[in-house]
C-alpha cells in the first residue's frame, strides 16, 4: 500500500463514520469523541474561513456595527435614534440593540433552558426530529440536511410561535420549564420586534399612512404575523478552519433579533470583507431580512452573514424570525415606489420561500435574486 493511501485511511479511521452518523447532528459526533473534521464537513477550500479569519484578526479595527439604545427610541432622542436606525439599515443591513428591557431572567431561562436541551441524551432530542419545514418543533443539523452536500457544524431547535396556543403542545417537554422559558421569551421578543417594525416604518416615512391614515393598517399585519425561534447550537470543533457554523445566508422574514452568547462567530459582510459582530453584554444583534428588503424596495438591505466555529467554546445562539403572515404577499410598499424609484422585486411569500429552499441547496441570496425584476 502507498504512503498515501495508508494516511488516507488513517484519517478516515479517526474522523469519518457512516453517512447515517452525520444525521444525528454534530453535538452526537463530538460527543463520540472525534478528533479530526470528517470529510462531510469540509468545504472545498475557496468557501473556507481561514483566510477570512486571520484577516479579520490584524484588519480593519474600527469598524463596528451601529449600536442602537432602545431607550432612545422610546424618547425624546427619537428622531435622533430613528436617524441611526436607518443609516444601519442601510448601509449595514444589521446593528446592535441595548436597553432592549426584556427582563434579563427571561433571556437566562431561555439561555439556560436551551443549553440543557442539547445536553439531553440524543434518543430525548430526536423525538422532534422532522423534515416537515411546518412543523411546529423541529430539531435538525446543517441548514438544509437533506439537501446539502457538505454539512455545516450546527444543530439546531426550531419552534414555530403561531399560534402559541396551537404549537405549544408540541414544544419539548424536557428539560423542565423550557416550554414555559420559551413560551416568556417569544412574547418578549414579539413585543420588541413590533416597537422595533413601528420605528422601521416610520424611518421609512410610512408611519403617517400608517396610524393617521389607516391606509394599510401595516401593523395590524405585524402583530399577525409568524415567528419562528431558532436555538443554534455549535459544539467546539476540531479544524474550525475547514468548515463552517452556518454557510453565508440571508434571512428571509421582515427583521431578525438575534441573541448570541458571549463566544464570537458571527460575521457579517461589509464593503466585501467578512467582519465580526463582536458580542456585546445585554444586547440584540438586529438584521434586516429579505422581506424587508423587498418591503423598503430595496432601501434596507438584507445581508449576508455566517457562522465560525472555534476549537475552544461551543457556542448557543438564538434567533427570533420574524415576519408577516405566512400566507400574506410580501411586496415593495406603494408609498416607496415613484418614476425615480421603479418597482424593484416581484410579490413573494413564505410559502413561495419554502417550496425554493426545499426544492434546491440555498446558496447565498439565492431567493432574494430570484424576487428581483431586472
Ligand atoms: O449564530 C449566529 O450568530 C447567527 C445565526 C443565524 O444567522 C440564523 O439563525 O439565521
Ligand atoms: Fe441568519
Same mark, same amino acid.
Given at each position: 500500500m502507498s504512503p498515501a493511501m495508508s494516511t488516507a485511511i488513517e484519517a478516515n479511521k479517526e474522523g469519518d463514520q457512516p453517512e447515517s452518523q452525520y444525521q444525528k447532528?454534530?453535538?452526537?459526533l463530538w460527543d463520540s469523541g472525534i478528533t479530526r473534521v470528517p470529510n462531510k464537513y469540509i468545504l472545498p477550500a #475557496?468557501?473556507?474561513?481561514?483566510?477570512?479569519r486571520d484577516d479579520n484578526q490584524s484588519g480593519n479595527p474600527n469598524l463596528k456595527l451601529p449600536v442602537i439604545d !432602545?431607550?432612545?427610541?422610546?424618547?425624546?432622542?427619537? &428622531?435622533?435614534?430613528?436617524n441611526t436606525l436607518a443609516k444601519a439599515c442601510e448601509?449595514?443591513? !444589521? !446593528?446592535?440593540?441595548?436597553?432592549?428591557?426584556i427582563p434579563s431572567e427571561v433571556i437566562l431561562n431561555m439561555v439556560e433552558g436551551s443549553k440543557r436541551f442539547f445536553e439531553l441524551p440524543f434518543e430525548e432530542r430526536s423525538k422532534y426530529m422532522s423534515t416537515d419545514m411546518y412543523a411546529p418543533v423541529r430539531y435538525g443539523t446543517s441548514f438544509n440536511q437533506n439537501k446539502d452536500r457538505v454539512f455545516c457544524w450546527r444543530d439546531f431547535l426550531k419552534l414555530s410561535c403561531q399560534p402559541l396556543s396551537g404549537v405549544l403542545p408540541f414544544w419539548p417537554s424536557s428539560p423542565v420549564d423550557f416550554r414555559q422559558s420559551a413560551v416568556d421569551y417569544s412574547k418578549q421578543a414579539k413585543f420588541l420586534y413590533l416597537a422595533l417594525t413601528e420605528a422601521i416604518l416610520e424611518s421609512l416615512g410610512l408611519v403617517e399612512a400608517t396610524t393617521k391614515n389607516n391606509e394599510y393598517d401595516s401593523l395590524k399585519e405585524f402583530q399577525d404575523g409568524s415567528q419562528l425561534i431558532v436555538v443554534n447550537c455549535?459544539?467546539?470543533c476540531p479544524e474550525p478552519d475547514l468548515t463552517l457554523g452556518m454557510p453565508p445566508? &440571508?434571512?428571509?422574514? !421582515?427583521?431578525?433579533?438575534?441573541?448570541?452568547?458571549?463566544?464570537?462567530?458571527?460575521?457579517?459582510?461589509?464593503?466585501?470583507?467578512?467582519v465580526t459582530v463582536e458580542p456585546i453584554p445585554n444586547s440584540f444583534v438586529v438584521n434586516v431580512g429579505?422581506?424587508?428588503?423587498?418591503f423598503s424596495n430595496g432601501r434596507y438591505k438584507s445581508v449576508l452573514h455566517r457562522v465560525l466555529v472555534n476549537p475552544l467554546n461551543s457556542r448557543i445562539s438564538i434567533a427570533s424570525l420574524h415576519s408577516l403572515p405566512v400566507n400574506k404577499t410580501v411586496q415593495p #410598499?406603494?408609498?416607496?415606489?415613484?418614476?425615480?424609484?421603479?418597482?424593484?422585486?416581484k410579490d413573494t411569500n413564505f410559502a413561495s420561500f419554502l417550496d425554493y429552499i426545499s426544492s434546491c441547496e440555498p446558496k447565498g441570496k439565492n431567493f432574494l435574486e430570484s424576487r428581483k425584476l431586472t
Amino acid at each position: 500500500m502507498s504512503p498515501a493511501m495508508s494516511t488516507a485511511i488513517e484519517a478516515n479511521k479517526e474522523g469519518d463514520q457512516p453517512e447515517s452518523q452525520y444525521q444525528k447532528g454534530v453535538k452526537h459526533l463530538w460527543d463520540s469523541g472525534i478528533t479530526r473534521v470528517p470529510n462531510k464537513y469540509i468545504l472545498p477550500a #475557496s468557501d473556507r474561513p481561514g483566510l477570512t479569519r486571520d484577516d479579520n484578526q490584524s484588519g480593519n479595527p474600527n469598524l463596528k456595527l451601529p449600536v442602537i439604545d !432602545f431607550a432612545h427610541l422610546q424618547g425624546s432622542n427619537r &428622531s435622533h435614534a430613528l436617524n441611526t436606525l436607518a443609516k444601519a439599515c442601510e448601509e449595514y443591513g !444589521f !446593528f446592535q440593540l441595548t436597553n432592549h428591557g426584556i427582563p434579563s431572567e427571561v433571556i437566562l431561562n431561555m439561555v439556560e433552558g436551551s443549553k440543557r436541551f442539547f445536553e439531553l441524551p440524543f434518543e430525548e432530542r430526536s423525538k422532534y426530529m422532522s423534515t416537515d419545514m411546518y412543523a411546529p418543533v423541529r430539531y435538525g443539523t446543517s441548514f438544509n440536511q437533506n439537501k446539502d452536500r457538505v454539512f455545516c457544524w450546527r444543530d439546531f431547535l426550531k419552534l414555530s410561535c403561531q399560534p402559541l396556543s396551537g404549537v405549544l403542545p408540541f414544544w419539548p417537554s424536557s428539560p423542565v420549564d423550557f416550554r414555559q422559558s420559551a413560551v416568556d421569551y417569544s412574547k418578549q421578543a414579539k413585543f420588541l420586534y413590533l416597537a422595533l417594525t413601528e420605528a422601521i416604518l416610520e424611518s421609512l416615512g410610512l408611519v403617517e399612512a400608517t396610524t393617521k391614515n389607516n391606509e394599510y393598517d401595516s401593523l395590524k399585519e405585524f402583530q399577525d404575523g409568524s415567528q419562528l425561534i431558532v436555538v443554534n447550537c455549535y459544539p467546539s470543533c476540531p479544524e474550525p478552519d475547514l468548515t463552517l457554523g452556518m454557510p453565508p445566508h &440571508s434571512d428571509y422574514g !421582515f427583521l431578525t433579533l438575534l441573541l448570541q452568547d458571549e463566544v464570537k462567530g458571527l460575521q457579517i459582510q461589509h464593503d466585501g470583507r467578512w467582519v465580526t459582530v463582536e458580542p456585546i453584554p445585554n444586547s440584540f444583534v438586529v438584521n434586516v431580512g429579505d422581506h424587508l428588503e423587498i418591503f423598503s424596495n430595496g432601501r434596507y438591505k438584507s445581508v449576508l452573514h455566517r457562522v465560525l466555529v472555534n476549537p475552544l467554546n461551543s457556542r448557543i445562539s438564538i434567533a427570533s424570525l420574524h415576519s408577516l403572515p405566512v400566507n400574506k404577499t410580501v411586496q415593495p #410598499s406603494p408609498k416607496l415606489i415613484d418614476e425615480t424609484n421603479p418597482r424593484r422585486y416581484k410579490d413573494t411569500n413564505f410559502a413561495s420561500f419554502l417550496d425554493y429552499i426545499s426544492s434546491c441547496e440555498p446558496k447565498g441570496k439565492n431567493f432574494l435574486e430570484s424576487r428581483k425584476l431586472t
